[in-house]
């Protein structure tokens, strides 16, 4: 059975595809709605990924795992992947990705959770455009292209499975539900 994620994938590509001898530039709205659904593929990816490791991955959770994911917004989840986004993570959250073996001091982030931030960000501002930017002109290359990077940044994600890489990312996990935002001790 595949994700839904995946499922998005494909009928963004499915909306790319053409009939057999079709020639000719695809319609606007085919474009725009798959590069609109392939950010709904990382989106819902991160949902399901932030569920799964956080309140596990049994069938049985299956209800509680889609009431949870409510609570994620697409704002959230941006703020919370931009504190990884470069090379060292964003000082106001260092401690909380931080591991507990970890020497004090600034720290890396991870390639595979850089990529996927750049990814994400990407993602939404060119689903922001093909949604309610008609002025904006988006090509099928456009939707090629960022349909196979969202696609390589979930298998980085995916295959990235050190103790550190997965203990980072359900920290980022919870991270994300909170909106990238941790309260300051007084």
């Not at 994620?5 to 020639?23: I, P, V, Y």
Request: proline letters at 2%.
């Amino acid at each position: 059975m595949t994700n839904y994620d995946e499922d998005l994938l494909a009928a963004a590509g499915r909306l790319l595809g053409r009939r057999r001898g079709q020639r000719g530039k695809l319609p606007g709205a085919r474009i725009r709605r798959s590069i609109s659904t392939t950010y709904y593929s990382i989106f819902h990816f991160l949902l399901e990924e932030s569920g799964v490791r956080l309140l596990g991955s049994h069938n049985d959770l299956r209800r509680r795992r889609r009431i949870f994911a409510r609570n994620f917004t697409h704002s959230g989840i941006k703020t919370a992947l931009d504190k990884v986004r470069g090379s060292i993570v964003d000082q106001s959250v260092e401690d909380f990705l931080r591991l507990s073996a970890a020497p004090t001091g600034r720290i890396s982030s991870p390639v595979f959770a850089q990529n996927l931030s750049k990814a994400f960000s990407d993602a939404q501002a060119k689903r922001h455009d093909a949604d309610y930017d008609m002025n904006k002109s988006l090509s099928e290359t456009d939707a090629r292209l960022l349909r196979t990077r969202v696609k390589r940044v979930i298998q980085g994600w995916r295959s990235a499975n050190s103790p550190a890489d997965k203990d980072f990312k359900t920290a980022l996990c919870m991270l994300m539900l909170l909106k990238g935002q941790l309260r300051k001790e007084n």
